[in-house]
């Protein structure tokens, strides 16, 4: 149970080490901005990316953005999660989640 516990907790850590991080960039970007600096495409795009990170649903939609093999499933578990945030409710008509396929 100890275990568990402090498994926990690192990982709790770590997601608000992240958001804070995130946080520090946000703010470091919009002083790059005011200050009439160039902000690279690169850091734009990481930026974007920790903000998805932030939450499961971003984290789903990265899945997917990222591609591969199970595209097709991660798709379906992003469908099911979104309707469930919007409506409160499953998402899944039957409970269930469905396997999808992605044409290329």
Known sequence: MRCSKDAESAIGGA?????RITIEEATAL???ARAG???AAERARDFARAVLEL???GR????VLD???FMGS??????????????GTDGAADGETESGEVAS
Request: hydrophobic share 55%.
């Open 74 to 87: 991660r798709v379906v578990d992003l469908a099911a999660a979104f309707l469930t945030d919007a409506s």
């Open 15 to 19: 997601e608000a080490d992240h958001k």
């Open 30 to 32: 919009l002083e790059a």
């Open 37 to 39: 600096e160039k902000i």
């Open 55 to 57: 939450d499961e649903l």
């Open 60 to 63: 789903l939609a990265l899945a």
């Open 67 to 69: 591609g591969g093999l």
